[in-house]
Nanobody
Framework: QEQLVESGGGLVQAGGSLRLSCEAS????????MNWFRQAPGKGREFVAS??????????GDSVKGRFAISRDNASTKNTVYLQMSSLKPGGTAIYYC?????WGKGTQITVTS
């Protein structure tokens, strides 16, 4: 059964950096685009970034443009997508989710302190 597992979340000070990982296993995610979303407390889910199947086209959400980058590694047996986050802001506190087609991971919490 295909699944997505996010990791790399935690507590970080404003202005700091983190890298999230999303491992996809049990399916054919390497053949599809993948996305990151986030959901802050009391708010809806927000698009963060996406990357196409071969990794040569990315799209970054306006609220994080210039600070976040998405990449992927299809070479390993577990297809992995990364979200490199820098210059984090307190507004970046959220649960970050990996997504492909209709499949979602359980998310990883990031808390940005001021």
């Amino acid at each position: 059964q295909e699944q997505l597992v996010e990791s790399g979340g935690g507590l970080v000070q404003a202005g700091g950096s983190l890298r999230l990982s999303c491992e996809a296993s049990g399916g054919t995610s390497s053949n599809f685009g993948m996305n990151w979303f986030r959901q802050a407390p009391g708010k809806g889910r927000e698009f963060v970034a996406s990357i196409n199947a071969n990794g040569d086209t990315t799209l970054i959400g306006d609220s994080v443009k210039g600070r976040f980058a998405i990449s992927r590694d299809n070479a390993s047996t577990k297809n992995t997508v990364y979200l490199q986050m820098s210059s984090l802001k307190p507004g970046g506190t959220a649960i970050y989710y990996c997504n492909t087609r209709g499949l979602w991971g359980k998310g990883t919490q990031i808390t940005v302190t001021s």
